[in-house]
């Protein structure tokens, strides 16, 4: 099977270089934005808001943003997305009160959500299904490596100030912007939902061949009612709708997943980790930096092996094995007593989170084909990522004020454990492992 597997589309490396520049900005600010926000001198509470409103926006944004995609397109919606957090950025650098920049880092969120679900459906719609593993797996990889060497430039940057690297990042936005724009080929179905795949190219069953479902599964239907679908193209592809995606087992699974990938790997360890490492572990602030890497190179490694495999040996296998290793060892980091098993068990989270991403994100542009539009069915899957990244914080903070931190990893850890049992009746859907 390997022997016949093609490269993967020139297109989709242009997707993976624009990432990367948009990760390695995004890694230079993260670490200076709550201290901006601090700096206006109204307290952690106000200042964590600040972080959190990007995401609020996203979440509030992202069924609008689904159907934009539906209608104008993956390319013209990413590239505006992109645009969006420029400006937004921009406005960031330039804020002279509190209440500016929580405006303007909010507005960010809205841009983020367009370009966020326009790159998985350009994903879906450039790969045919033997690939899209890969696919995935080489744009989380852009994203993961960009967020580990973004810090370390902006360590470089100290010197300049805290409004400078917020100018630096909305640049390297325009110029991500401009990469797509012009490197991405401006075929139709790109710019307006537009016509039909390549024949070979659908993603439908040949004549005869039917995709196989689970024991009183039911199948959705690999072709949607052309009446529905909405776009500036007079052949539009069918839209899929939310309701046709939550009839399939993989697709109500990969929903348990985002939230639980975005409550452990995405806002729990961002809350619990360095302040764990340093009132519970006695280590002091640098250490708690070194944690938040440890988790990234754990992903990286994964997410860079996985796609490949994922092609071949399905989609499922991986993310049952990867949900359980990320949440054993999530729970187990709240009982470490050293900061070198802290640091084993975090590097093993990591490598159990990197190996559900591609693999669930795969089985998703499974579930919605070359052959449709699915910005809805995918607005969804990302709002439910969203809620686990901003829900996990919360909770976690809780959690630790009134128990400690052992039950917020308790806690964190059988919400993944829960996303696990889920995928237990989930669907295989890479046609070649399908019955």
């Given at each position: 099977?390997?022997?016949?597997?093609?490269?993967?589309?020139?297109?989709?490396?242009?997707?993976?270089?624009?990432?990367?520049?948009?990760?390695?900005?995004?890694?230079?600010?993260?670490?200076?934005?709550?201290?901006?926000?601090?700096?206006?001198?109204?307290?952690?509470?106000?200042?964590?808001?600040?972080?959190?409103?990007?995401?609020?926006?996203?979440?509030?944004?992202?069924?609008?943003?689904?159907?934009?995609?539906?209608?104008?397109?993956?390319?013209?919606?990413?590239?505006?997305?992109?645009?969006?957090?420029?400006?937004?950025?921009?406005?960031?650098?330039a804020a002279q009160t509190y209440w500016q920049l929580l405006l303007f880092r909010g507005l960010g969120g809205i841009g983020s959500t367009m370009f966020t679900v326009s790159a998985m459906a350009l994903i879906i719609r450039l790969t045919p299904s033997d690939s899209r593993g890969r696919a995935s797996s080489a744009y989380a990889s852009s994203f993961l490596f960009g967020n580990i060497l973004g810090p370390v430039v902006g360590g470089l940057l100290a010197?300049?100030?805290?409004?400078?690297?917020?100018?630096?990042?909305?640049?390297?936005?325009?110029?991500?912007?401009?990469?797509?724009?012009?490197?991405?080929?401006?075929?139709?179905?790109?710019?307006?939902?537009?016509?039909?795949?390549?024949?070979?190219?659908?993603?439908?069953?040949?004549?005869?061949?039917?995709?196989?479902?689970?024991?009183?599964?039911?199948?959705?239907?690999?072709?949607?009612?052309?009446?529905?679908?909405?776009?500036?193209?007079?052949?539009?592809?069918?839209?899929?709708?939310?309701?046709?995606?939550?009839?399939?087992?993989?697709?109500?699974?990969?929903?348990?997943?985002?939230?639980?990938?975005?409550?452990?790997?995405?806002?729990?360890?961002?809350?619990?980790?360095?302040?764990?490492?340093?009132?519970?572990?006695?280590?002091?602030?640098?250490?708690?930096?070194?944690?938040?890497?440890?988790?990234?190179?754990?992903?990286?490694?994964?997410?860079?092996?996985?796609?490949?495999?994922?092609?071949?040996?399905?989609?499922?296998?991986?993310?049952?094995?990867?949900?359980?290793?990320?949440?054993?060892?999530?729970?187990?980091?709240?009982?470490?007593?050293?900061?070198?098993?802290?640091?084993?068990?975090?590097?093993?989270?990591?490598?159990?989170?990197?190996?559900?991403?591609?693999?669930?994100?795969?089985?998703?542009?499974?579930?919605?084909?070359?052959?449709?539009?699915?910005?809805?069915?995918?607005?969804?899957?990302?709002?439910?990522?969203?809620?686990?990244?901003?829900?996990?914080?919360v909770v976690s903070g809780v959690l630790v004020d009134a128990f400690g931190y052992d039950w917020a990893f308790l806690v964190t850890g059988l919400v993944v454990i829960v996303a696990w049992l889920l995928w237990l009746r989930g669907r295989?859907?890479?046609?070649?492992?399908?019955?």
């Amino acid at each position: 099977m390997s022997a016949r597997r093609q490269p993967l589309p020139a297109d989709i490396w242009v997707l993976v270089s624009a990432a990367f520049i948009v990760a390695i900005g995004y890694g230079i600010i993260a670490p200076i934005l709550p201290q901006f926000a601090a700096s206006f001198d109204l307290g952690v509470t106000a200042a964590s808001i600040v972080v959190s409103s990007f995401a609020l926006f996203r979440l509030l944004f992202a069924p609008a943003g689904g159907r934009l995609i539906d209608t104008l397109g993956e390319r013209r919606v990413y590239v505006a997305g992109l645009l969006i957090v420029a400006a937004s950025t921009y406005a960031v650098a330039a804020a002279q009160t509190y209440w500016q920049l929580l405006l303007f880092r909010g507005l960010g969120g809205i841009g983020s959500t367009m370009f966020t679900v326009s790159a998985m459906a350009l994903i879906i719609r450039l790969t045919p299904s033997d690939s899209r593993g890969r696919a995935s797996s080489a744009y989380a990889s852009s994203f993961l490596f960009g967020n580990i060497l973004g810090p370390v430039v902006g360590g470089l940057l100290a010197g300049l100030g805290m409004r400078i690297p917020f100018v630096i990042y909305a640049t390297g936005l325009l110029l991500a912007a401009a990469v797509v724009w012009f490197r991405l080929e401006r075929q139709p179905q790109l710019d307006s939902a537009g016509p039909d795949a390549e024949a070979g190219e659908t993603g439908l069953p040949e004549a005869g061949e039917t995709a196989a479902p689970e024991a009183g599964e039911t199948q959705v239907p690999r072709t949607g009612e052309p009446a529905g679908a909405s776009a500036t193209g007079s052949e539009a592809l069918p839209r899929m709708r939310f309701r046709d995606a939550w009839r399939d087992s993989a697709y109500r699974a990969s929903l348990g997943s985002a939230v639980a990938v975005g409550w452990a790997a995405m806002g729990a360890r961002i809350a619990l980790y360095p302040l764990f490492v340093v009132a519970v572990l006695g280590a002091d602030e640098r250490v708690s930096g070194i944690a938040l890497t440890v988790f990234a190179l754990g992903m990286a490694v994964s997410v860079a092996v996985v796609g490949r495999l994922t092609d071949t040996w399905g989609r499922r296998p991986f993310v049952l094995v990867g949900l359980f290793v990320l949440g054993a060892a999530t729970v187990a980091v709240g009982y470490s007593g050293s900061v070198w098993v802290f640091f084993a068990l975090t590097l093993l989270a990591g490598l159990g989170g990197g190996l559900v991403n591609p693999a669930v994100q795969a089985s998703v542009g499974d579930v919605i084909g070359r052959e449709r539009s699915g910005g809805t069915v995918l607005s969804r899957f990302q709002m439910a990522m969203d809620v686990g990244a901003i829900a996990g914080p919360v909770v976690s903070g809780v959690l630790v004020d009134a128990f400690g931190y052992d039950w917020a990893f308790l806690v964190t850890g059988l919400v993944v454990i829960v996303a696990w049992l889920l995928w237990l009746r989930g669907r295989e859907t890479l046609p070649a492992q399908q019955g």
